[in-house]
């Protein structure tokens, strides 16, 4: 099987999220692409990168769990983006620990953390979501020893 290139996966993500937008009414690509960039600038792999593009298709339904196993990704790939997909009713500690179990996961949750708590992009939010939001991502920070 010859894996998917680095744009293909992009684009896969891209079409996946199309019309979805983030909680700021933007379209959810920006933030994909903030998560691949923040892969890349923290010397990720290009494993990473593809997950990071594709790391909330599962969660967000863009994607099925199924497509995932079939697609011409690497193991480790596959891996990461299941790592990184909250299950239903899952505690955050649970989801950390299996974050933390896997390799190459951190980095993305990482810089998945680091773009959804912008202060930029949580500036627009109504003050409640915003304080909910920077608690819940403080938290899971310090739940994946990231300070």
Known sequence: MTLMTPAEVEAVARRAHAGQTDKAG???AEHLAAVAAGVRARGGSDEQVAAAWLHDAVEDDALTADWLARAALTPAT???VLAVTKRPGETPEAYAARILETPGALLVKEADLAHNADPGRLSVLDGTTRDRLT???ARMRVLLGLG
């Open 26 to 28: 933007r379209p959810y």
């Open 78 to 80: 596959r891996a990461i």
């Open 135 to 137: 608690a819940k991502y």
